[in-house]
């Protein structure tokens, strides 16, 4: 081969080279949130996601506005940081009846605070408060606090905590995501919330029943804050205190779409979900 044929193909070898690095960072520049492999739904609906999961406890004395609880996190530091929920129970529960929450979201890419309540009979607008006050503590104070990007957080919670979630998001509109289930509020109308917003409620939830809550819910909330409302075919109020894995599968594409701007999970939020769990459907089908 000759001199000229050589440099040619040193010349063709740098430009593509060149060129795969700027596709890349290009790719990173447009999203330098996203987190984890291309998710699938078979992925979505096991038991754990792609990161291996640590967990550290936090007690009651050492934190100020929230009872204390549990956080978990993906044990690698390569990715960077992470978007970062809290989560709180319903009213007369502990972080332990939904903790299977804590492990199963972390597992896709999100530092998660479970947390106990001042007391089990706390109602909403004192949960949001305490959701928020864990934010907080996560972000500025925990063990894990380096992990987290605080300008990615998102609240979720079960029944008072479901309700105590729309209060936080309605006293921080600056929140990435909220993610109610089977919530309870006395308040019906959340026509100022602009956090994008999943409610998932049972169908035969007789104590926060989807007619007078969650459906009211999803209905004042306008389309302008991106929300979607996921019913559970025959479910009780009490769906979410045993692995569930539709709400599992909604929650983790709900979270990842909106903290970790993901476009890769839209498939799983628009159209949205059909099976024999799902009793119904509804989104405004936002997104990309």
């Known amino acids: 081969m000759t001199s000229r044929a050589l440099r040619w193909l040193a010349v063709a070898a740098t430009a593509i080279t060149l060129s795969t690095g700027t596709?890349?960072?290009a790719q990173a520049a447009a999203n330098p949130y996203e987190r984890g492999p291309a998710p699938t739904l078979a992925a979505?609906?096991?038991?754990?996601?792609?990161?291996?999961v640590?967990?550290?406890?936090v007690s009651s004395l050492s934190v100020s506005g929230f009872g204390g609880g549990e956080i978990y996190y993906p044990t690698t530091t390569a990715d960077g940081t992470f978007g970062a929920i809290a989560i709180s129970p319903g009213y007369t529960a502990y972080w332990s009846s939904i903790s299977w929450l804590g492990p199963r979201l972390a597992s896709h890419g999100f530092v998660v605070i479970g947390i106990e309540t001042n007391s089990t009979l706390d109602q909403p607008a004192s949960r949001g408060t305490q959701l928020l006050a864990a934010l907080d503590y996560l972000t500025q104070?925990?063990?894990?606090?380096?992990r987290i990007?605080?300008?990615?957080?998102?609240?979720?919670?079960?029944?008072?905590?479901?309700?105590?979630?729309?209060e936080a998001a309605s006293d921080r509109p600056s929140l990435?995501?909220?993610?109610?289930?089977?919530?309870?509020?006395?308040d019906k109308t959340w026509s100022e919330l602009q956090v994008p917003t999943l409610i998932v409620g049972g169908?035969?939830?007789?104590?926060a029943s989807v007619s007078s809550h969650s459906?009211?819910?999803?209905?004042?909330?306008p389309a302008s804050a991106e929300k979607s409302y996921l019913e559970l075919n025959n479910a009780s109020h009490f769906f979410p205190q045993s692995t569930n894995t539709p709400t599992a599968v909604q929650a983790v594409a709900w979270l990842k779409r909106f903290v970790d701007n993901d476009t890769r999970y839209d498939q799983f939020i628009c159209p949205g979900p059909s099976s024999s769990a799902i009793s119904d459907y509804r989104s405004t089908c936002p997104l990309s």
């Open 176 to 186: 990435q995501a909220a993610v109610p289930l089977a919530p309870w509020n006395a």
């Open 215 to 221: 459906i009211p819910f999803y209905n004042s909330i």
């Open 54 to 57: 640590s967990q550290t406890s």
């Open 203 to 207: 169908e035969s939830d007789t104590i």
């Open 44 to 52: 979505l609906q096991a038991s754990r996601g792609p990161y291996a």
């Open 149 to 166: 990007d605080a300008s990615r957080l998102a609240v979720a919670g079960h029944s008072m905590g479901g309700g105590g979630s729309l």
């Open 23 to 25: 596709a890349v960072a």
């Open 141 to 146: 104070r925990s063990s894990v606090r380096t």
